[in-house]
Nanobody, 123 residues
Framework: HVQLVESGGGSVQPGGSLNLSCAAS????????MGWFRQHPGGEREGLAC???????RYADSVNGRFTISKGNAINTVSLQMKSLNPEDTAEYYC??????????????????WGQGTQVTVS
């Protein structure tokens, strides 16, 4: 049974930084694709960044240059380093995982497993 747990959300002032982490338990293969998404109240889930087991990364234009996704030191962990945060970045942030996703990894529809979310507030 795969479970994803996010951590690292919180409040930060505009211009500040936050690091989010996601740990996937129950993952039984070395192949994976993990992504970070966010959702504003009343809005759709927005793809931000993704990384596959080969280390290939992709970013949404809205965060490219400000956010960095990376694999963590522990197996099946992924981090999202966020810099130059602004109030528009305030949202619930989610990580997601699936076995393979290729160039479509920014799309929420390709993911099979989701974390419970962590709130990020910039004000």
């Amino acid at each position: 049974h795969v479970q994803l747990v996010e951590s690292g959300g919180g409040s930060v002032q505009p211009g500040g930084s936050l690091n989010l982490s996601c740990a996937a338990s129950g993952w039984t293969t070395t192949s994976f694709c993990m992504g970070w998404f966010r959702q504003h109240p009343g809005g759709e889930r927005e793809g931000l960044a993704c990384i596959d087991s080969d280390g290939t990364t992709r970013y949404a234009d809205s965060v490219n240059g400000r956010f960095t996704i990376s694999k963590g030191n522990a197996i099946n962990t992924v981090s999202l380093q966020m810099k130059s945060l602004n109030p528009e970045d305030t949202a619930e942030y989610y990580c997601a995982a699936t076995w393979a996703c290729g160039a479509a990894c920014i799309r929420p529809s390709v993911y099979s497993y989701w974390g419970q979310g962590t709130q990020v507030t910039v004000s």
